[in-house]
């Protein structure tokens, strides 16, 4: 195996420990931050069901950005679904075999790779263009979608354009799962694919992507608004 092999594989094993081990770190954090207060955003559900129905339509519709910024909630939502389908046709670099109820998705083209960039650049020429958005932005802002669209060209490209040896990428990809190395495809695109992949690994615990953790967290969701049913007093409120 070469020294392009080794440098990858070791770096594909601290990318993914940095992840799991910060993801969890943070997660960690936001469970142990007091919530002392009742501060559900209201209207809200007075029960724990409710509390679980909310949950739902804001993870699985966005429903709070839907009836705040309809243009926004198209594009994020669209990038999305773009993302969950290229993960899941992902997927089949990680099993053998791949599984049953994985593979069917492989046996069409769904243009996954354009469903995530074509809404990626909307966002991005969003915030340049809208002068309330372009003002709170930051150039991290900028930079985790500029991350994010060179990660799915550079996928449309190894997919489409400069096809690598799929069967060499998932020999490779099984090697660092099954901590039997296998050598790394010697396609530039493809290495650069996976460098930014690993990059954004990284980046992801210390990132505002952590809100894929964090909106199970946020107090104003996660309540239920019963105040009028429940007295809220503060540990520290009570007198000993
Ligand atoms: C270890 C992780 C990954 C590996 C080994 C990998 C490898 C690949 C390969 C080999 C292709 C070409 C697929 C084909 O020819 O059918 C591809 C396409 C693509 N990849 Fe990845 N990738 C990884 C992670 C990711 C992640 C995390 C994202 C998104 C954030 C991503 C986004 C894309 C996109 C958008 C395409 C375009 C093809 C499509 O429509 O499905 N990849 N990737």
Do not use: C
């Not at 263009?129 to 799915?152: F, H, N, Q, V």
């Amino acid at each position: 195996m070469n020294g392009i092999s080794l440098f990858y594989i070791a770096f594909a094993y601290v990318a993914v420990a940095i992840f799991i081990i910060g993801f969890l770190a943070r997660v960690w954090k936001y469970a142990k931050t007091p919530s002392p207060l009742n501060i559900t955003l209201t209207p809200g559900p007075t029960s724990t069901t409710g509390v679980v129905y909310r949950m739902v339509q804001e993870v699985g519709f966005f429903k709070s950005l839907f009836y705040s910024n309809r243009i926004i909630w198209l594009g994020g939502y669209i990038m999305h679904l773009g993302l969950a389908l290229v993960l899941i046709k992902h997927f089949r670099f990680f099993f053998t075999p791949a599984p049953a109820s994985l593979a069917w998705i492989t046996t069409f083209e769904a243009y996954a790779g354009f469903i995530f960039l074509a809404p990626l650049l909307f966002l991005f020429a969003l915030r340049l263009i809208t002068d309330r958005t372009y003002y709170i932005s930051l150039i991290t802002d900028y930079g985790i979608l500029a991350l994010l669209m060179l990660i799915a060209a550079t996928g449309i490209l190894t997919k489409y354009y400069v096809r690598t040896d799929i069967i060499d990428v998932k020999a490779f990809v099984m090697g660092i799962v099954s901590f039997s190395p296998a050598a790394m495809p010697m396609d530039f695109i493809f290495i650069l694919h996976f460098t930014l992949v690993m990059l954004l690994l990284i980046y992801f615990p210390f990132s505002k992507l952590m809100h894929a953790g964090g909106i199970f967290f946020s107090p104003t969701r996660n309540q239920a608004d019963d105040p009028r049913e429940v007295r809220h007093v503060t540990p520290w409120a009570v007198k000993g």
